[in-house]
């Protein structure tokens, strides 16, 4: 066995000092200064949602009712029990500060009875449902014969056209296609014309990274070709609450586009493996990142606040749990329930208490089933959620706020007395003399 003195043991400590400082000094420092500058600023700027078996609500909807070719608004009310009874709520008009935007879903047929007009700046028809192979559309349901467009222009509420297609397989056809392009422009030309509508909305989901700038060159030719149709016409694009492949490349194309609508839902959803609210407000540790993330994402690549529109969910998402606590691992999604169905069934109804949480700022349900010992667990928005979410949107300066989608609270009127309450004209105008 070798032996050594405590004079060169000490000075083999110091040497081993001096290597593990070098070690320490080159690989482990950048690492933490790395992640302390980057991983934060990730953290507070994309949401925490996985990728992986992501599907929207927007897509549930075409897979659920896209192959029903009804032919009149009619079908649709019998299928979706769409109520004609009238509805008393707030009247009033929106105040010129904030633009109010809602989608009409063709499967809500004639919903719209209902709507109360004067309070929403713009509506869009939702939709245009692409052909990828040629331009065409699939189908644009009712859009020639409804009677919302007529009640929406005589309220001076603004038209839009929707237009859809989903899949990195259909938008990478389609975008790589330019005479298909080329058909889908002269056809929505057409179609806004026909109505004499005011712009379209463009919702394209799932494009690849691979195909990033061929979203940004058609971006730019739609907008540029309709103009030239039409100067006055309005070119909106639907943002992704998570823009996971970075597809928007906002600097590029932000002068062609009038504003944006921001999908801010789905952050938890038939995809989730835990259950979680659809649309939540601030960062958690339970639930992640949500819409003030999500803002913050967009605002950084170069989207102004006041050409931000930020839609929030009329409907829920409901899962089987085996526990009572929120955030509690699925063992089946049930549902996509709209605020109507939630209203009349669970709270009417079974007189289900609704519970509120502080964390994301939304509302749910907890039922158990006694038979199978098992839980239902519902995330939603109601008046109480929706109105901390429209104080943030006045507070922040956003543009204006969005509902996805108009009709799903059919029979009933405190979502649009909460507009009200918060967008009018005469509500805004008694703050400013206060």
């Known amino acids: 066995m070798f032996s050594n003195t405590p004079s060169e043991i000490k000075y083999l400590h110091k040497q081993l000092h001096k290597i593990l400082m070098r070690i320490l000094l080159i690989i482990i420092v950048p690492l933490i200064l790395f992640y302390g500058c980057h991983g934060d600023k990730k953290n507070e700027n994309l949401p925490t949602v996985s990728k992986s078996n992501f599907t929207s609500q927007r897509n549930l909807h075409e897979k659920n009712f896209g192959d029903l070719n009804f032919t009149s608004e009619k079908q649709w009310d019998s299928l979706n029990n769409i109520s004609y009874k009238q509805i008393q709520y707030k009247k009033g008009k929106v105040s010129s500060d904030y633009r109010t935007f809602g989608w009409h879903l063709y499967s809500n047929g004639s919903s719209y009875i209902n709507y109360n007009f004067p309070m929403l700046w713009g509506i869009s028809y939702f939709s245009y449902s692409v052909k990828p192979e040629t331009g065409n559309y699939k189908s644009i349901h009712q859009w020639k014969t409804t009677a919302l467009i007529d009640s929406a222009k005589v309220n001076g509420c603004k038209i839009f056209l929707s237009v859809s297609n989903f899949g990195s397989k259909n938008n990478a056809l389609f975008l790589k296609n330019p005479k298909a392009q080329n058909t889908l422009i002269d056809s929505l030309s057409n179609l806004l014309a026909y109505r004499s509508a005011d712009g379209i909305n463009i919702d394209f989901e799932g494009v690849s990274k691979e195909n990033k700038e061929d979203f940004t060159k058609f971006i730019i030719l739609i907008s540029t070709k309709l103009k030239q149709a039409n100067p ?203």
């Open 232 to 434: 006055d016409y309005m070119v909106s694009l639907c943002l992704y609450a998570i823009d996971w492949n970075n597809i928007f490349d906002i600097k590029k194309i932000d002068q062609y586009i009038e504003f944006y609508t921001l999908m801010g839902y789905d952050y938890y959803g038939s995809f989730s493996k835990t259950t979680g609210p659809v649309s939540p407000l601030a960062n958690s540790k339970q639930f992640g990142n949500g819409l003030q993330a999500s803002v913050r994402y967009y605002e950084n690549k170069g989207v102004r606040l006041k050409k931000l529109i930020t839609g929030l969910p009329y409907y829920g998402a409901e899962w089987y749990t085996k526990s009572p606590k929120t955030g509690a691992n699925v063992t089946k999604f049930r549902s996509h329930p709209s605020y109507k169905s939630i209203r009349k069934i669970d709270i009417d109804s079974l007189k289900i208490p609704v519970q509120f949480d502080p964390k994301s700022s939304s509302s749910y349900l907890i039922m158990k089933d006694s038979s199978n010992n098992t839980y239902r667990q519902l995330f939603f928005e109601d008046s109480k959620s929706l109105s901390v979410k429209y104080d943030w949107i006045k507070d922040k300066k956003i543009g204006g706020v969005g509902i996805w989608a108009l009709g799903y609270d059919n029979g009933y009127s405190e979502l649009w007395d909460l507009l009200y309450d918060k967008f009018s004209q005469e509500q805004n105008d008694s703050l400013h003399y206060k």
